[in-house]
């Protein structure tokens, strides 16, 4: 393995740009998934990666070997450790990042088991830890509006955990026809709404729909929806964190399914990771 030590390294260049540019990585269709998790849990779900990189000092961490390992040998391009870190997302690198193609799902079923409808998520923390919440609770759906964040985004990608190679996330939605069209119930998600979602019925064929941070659900959006709930807030705050509500919601489903005897998609598991 040839160390890679030169700024002016063509392929070190071809890298940092996409790296640094979430353009360049709209246009090749790539993502990077920077650390370990990430590129185990890539090589689980997805696949082979384009390409694994690695800064000199991650060949020796044993878990960065396994990975390089298992299931079939990857030959590394390998780093400078100060040319590593000017490609990493994080404040102390791993050493080792993986180049993939962005998963592209096909064409969303015409009936769809329950699924999750994001209008104009913006922050990039919220948008992974939902995908994160989701694919916990059993959601194989996400679909994303037009104004939201990129889905494939480096600090999405963080933030989710490896949740984006186990569910179909849908980008650049018109959410209003998936309204009309869907076979199910459409529940939206507002703070303003005076019926609690508790009360609700979120078995069945549902889709869970939440808005903006600030903005909140548009009213087109809601109007279009079966019902509108919030989350009863005995406390003195206005509103939940966007993540943290899509999560309350999703489990009061996992809660509803396991009550009613129906399968929840969800293995028990009663451990809590708060990474």
Known sequence: MKLIASADNARFKSLLKLARSSRERKEQGLSLLDGIHLAAAYREHAGQPERVVVSKSGLGNTEIQALLKAPAPLEPLVLADALFKQLSTVETPTGVLAVVKTPRPRAAPADIDACIVLEDIQDPGNLGSILRSAAAAGIKHVFLSKGSVHAWSPRVLRAGMGAHFILQVYEQCDLLALARNFKGRMIAFSHRARKFVFDVDLTGKVALAFGN??????????????????????????SLNAAAAAAVCLFERVRQLQRSGQPSAVSLNPGVDAG
């Open 213 to 238: 941070e600030g903005a909140g659900l548009s009213q087109t959006l809601a109007d279009a929806a079966h019902e509108v709930v919030a989350i009863p807030m005995p406390g003195k705050v206005e």
